[in-house]
């Protein structure tokens, strides 16, 4: 099993509905980071989390570190919000040793 | 620069030979990291520099991989004598300092051993 491990493995949504992907993991943690992966493999850093939820336009990220679980929701969902959504944790104060989710591929039709 | 470039974007290179990547990281980000991403798997860390410290290495996967930064300047990832498993995207990230987040990945390297 996995350390860290999203779900789903594969989403396809319609242009316009909120989406939620989530990201569990079984290590202690200081940090949990959201990437978003674009086709071609460059990846943008979307929020860094130690505790409870950040907001960035249509993108809202919560933690609850007790149950050791993340989500990543978008608000009306548009086909550029189409990538490969990667959740990764830092098991430690301080690592940059993170470990990373497989990642949740994303497509939103128009 | 603006970003993290990453050179070449694209390498397909002949089983044995060896193949250089580079990283040149935002200007004043003291924290360099590289990152592998075989087909269909997780990203995998392979090596980190922090200023002029002295690098953590403990990601490479064997001994023909090695790295190199120049102060907090840029960096080569040098792989000797390529297999096919070394197949992958090599992906660079910077941060002003470890732990600060304002982590920036670059749009990588593709490397195809053939």
């Known amino acids: 099993k996995n350390e860290v491990e999203q779900s789903p493995q594969n989403l396809t949504a319609q242009e316009g509905e909120f989406i939620t992907i989530n990201c569990s993991y079984s290590?202690?943690?200081?940090?949990l980071h959201w990437l978003q992966q674009h086709p071609g493999g460059g990846i943008v850093s979307l929020f860094m989390?130690?505790?409870g939820k950040k907001k960035h336009g249509r993108l809202i990220a919560t933690i609850n570190i007790q149950e050791k679980h993340s989500s990543l929701h978008i608000t009306a969902s548009h086909p550029r919000d189409s990538a490969v959504y990667i959740c990764?944790?830092?098991?430690?104060?301080?690592?940059?040793?993170?470990?990373f989710g497989t990642g949740t591929r994303l497509k939103v039709l128009a | 620069g603006a970003g993290v470039s990453q050179s070449p974007s694209n390498k397909v290179t002949e089983k044995g030979k060896d193949v250089e990547l580079r990283c040149d990281p935002i200007?004043?980000?003291?924290?360099l990291y590289w990152y592998r991403q075989r087909l269909g798997q997780g990203l995998e860390f392979l090596i980190y520099?922090?200023?002029?410290?002295?690098?953590?290495k403990s990601g490479l996967p064997s001994d023909r991989f090695s790295a190199e930064r120049t102060g907090e300047s840029v960096s080569t990832l040098t792989i000797q004598r390529t297999q096919q498993e070394d197949s992958a995207v090599y992906l660079c990230?910077?941060?002003?300092?470890?732990?600060?987040?304002?982590?920036?990945f670059g749009s990588g390297t593709r490397l195809t051993v053939v």
């Open positions: 990230a910077s941060s002003p300092r470890q732990g600060a987040g304002g982590y920036t």
């Open positions: 290590v202690g943690i200081s940090a």
């Open positions: 989390l130690s505790s």
């Open positions: 990764a944790v830092s098991p430690h104060s301080g690592t940059y040793k993170y470990i």
């Open positions: 200007s004043g980000h003291t924290a």
């Open positions: 520099f922090q200023g002029n410290s002295a690098p953590d």
